[in-house]
């Protein structure tokens, strides 16, 4: 009773997604995430869980920055390509604009709001690593609203979650 509860209440919030990409050993990652919070204010610090499951978690295990990208609301396709697909069988970044960030770490055209940051900690947590960043750059470019996890609960997995 308390799980499914759980799941209910978790399930009714309506937090922003992210993508999150990462470079490392010459090769490039990126997934949708939806596990994402700031940690500390003073030092700043953000934290983003990635799922074991895809390739954007094995690529980043080697990556000493990650990108943090908020995705603007009208960005749905980008989200669908980072979310439903998997680098495993198509390079995402083949199909859309982007450019090399500090580290090599990959910056998304498309989301103009974004970070990098270098990892400070991962840690196990369950299906999903937490990771703990410390921000390194940062780009504010829009004041557009986020594309939030209910209107990505449509799109379908790229790897199961």
Same mark, same amino acid.
């Given at each position: ?6 799941? +209910? ?30 940690? +500390?204010?003073?030092? +700043?610090?953000? =934290?983003?869980?990635? +799922? ?13 920055? @990650?990108? /943090?990208?908020? /995705?603007? *609301? ?6 669908? @390509?980072?979310?439903? *697909? ?12 982007? !450019?090399?960030?500090?580290? $090599?770490?990959? @910056? ?7 970070? /990098? $940051? !270098?990892?400070? #900690? ?9 990771? =703990? ?20 609960? !449509?799109?379908?997995?790229?790897? #199961?979650?």
């Amino acid at each position: 009773m308390t799980e499914s509860t759980f799941d +209910s209440l978790v399930g009714d919030l309506d937090y922003p997604m992210f993508i999150v990409t990462a470079c490392a050993d010459g090769e490039r990652a990126g997934c949708l995430i939806g596990f994402a919070t700031q940690a +500390s204010i003073d030092p +700043s610090r953000f =934290l983003v869980c990635l +799922s074991h499951e895809n390739r954007t978690y094995r690529v980043a295990q080697g990556a000493e920055l @990650l990108g /943090v990208h908020f /995705v603007p *609301e009208e960005q749905a396709e980008v989200a669908e @390509l980072f979310g439903g *697909e998997t680098g495993d069988e198509v390079d995402k970044f083949e199909r859309v604009a982007w !450019r090399p960030g500090p580290g $090599g770490t990959p @910056l998304l055209d498309a989301c103009p709001n974004r970070f /990098v $940051g !270098r990892v400070l #900690e991962r840690v196990d947590a369950g299906d999903h690593d937490a990771i =703990l960043l410390e921000p390194v750059a940062a780009e504010r470019g829009t004041d557009a609203d986020e594309f939030t996890f209910h209107r990505a609960r !449509r799109i379908e997995p790229g790897h #199961e979650a």
